[in-house]
T-cell receptor, first 112, second 112 residues
Framework: DAGVTQSPTHLIKTRGQHVTLRCSPI?????VSWYQQVLGQGPQFIFQ???????GRGNFPDRFSARQFPNYSSELNVNALLLGDSALYLC???????????FGSGTQLSVL | GENVEQHPSTLSVQEGDSAVIKCTYS??????FPWYKQELGKRPQLIID?????GEKKDQRIAVTLNKTAKHFSLHITETQPEDSAVYFC???????????FGTGTSLTVIP
């Protein structure tokens, strides 16, 4: 099915570097959210974008930023990577701002 | 902010038996409660959800119950099968946006 797609699937970076993760929502979905999932834990909310505007931000430092494009795809940027940023980054899309979330397969980020 | 607690962290049942996973939440503003199933290395998939104006919802072998007064909700899986083995996450969301707060997950093993 044409679900939420994320790229890349895996990424290895070193401390201090910058990373950009990409997400394409399900066709017709206007909301994109980003979550961080550390091994053995539930996903933690990072950002939500709806109609290209930030509608919510979780408890993450300013090193994390995101944006949504006119075609509703989204990027998550993380600057000055730390070892603790190693995690699975999940993108999820939904029809509206308060709707069911459908997740992508994620980007596994390893920071060495 | 919202705090979601999930129990147990691991659960083993014999094939054909029932499994129950329980979650509590702290924010009375939360009004949407989805459950996700995540198989190893795969994306979280929505299996059932319930809104706060409903006390119970059933979909074949899966049911969810919600007690708003006590702020807890539960997932019930009957006639478990080996393919039900996965990590299950509960989540809570206020109606102000799609910021989902996830529990820490329950690793369910169904023994054939």
């Amino acid at each position: 099915d044409a679900g939420v797609t994320q790229s890349p699937t895996h990424l290895i970076k070193t401390r201090g570097q910058h990373v950009t993760l990409r997400c394409s929502p399900i066709s017709g979905h206007k909301s994109v959210s980003w979550y961080q999932q550390v091994l053995g834990q539930g996903p933690q909310f990072i950002f939500q974008y709806y109609e290209k505007e930030e509608r919510g931000r979780g408890n993450f430092p300013d090193r994390f930023s995101a944006r949504q494009f006119p075609n509703y795809s989204s990027e998550l940027n993380v600057n000055a990577l730390l070892l603790g940023d190693s995690a699975l980054y999940l993108c999820a899309s939904s029809l509206g701002q308060v709707e069911k979330l459908f997740f992508g397969s994620g980007t596994q980020l390893s920071v060495l | 902010g919202e705090n979601v607690e999930q129990h147990p962290s691991t659960l083993s049942v014999q094939e054909g038996d029932s499994a129950v996973i329980k979650c509590t939440y702290s924010d009375s503003a939360s009004n949407y409660f989805p459950w996700y199933k995540q198989e190893l290395g795969k994306r979280p998939q929505l299996i059932i959800d319930i809104r706060s104006n409903v006390g119970e919802k059933k979909d074949q072998r899966i049911a969810v119950t919600l007690n708003k007064t006590a702020k807890h909700f539960s997932l019930h899986i009957t006639e478990t099968q080996p393919e039900d083995s996965a990590v299950y996450f509960c989540a809570a969301s206020p109606n102000t946006g799609n910021q989902f707060y996830f529990g820490t997950g329950t690793s369910l093993t169904v023994i054939p």
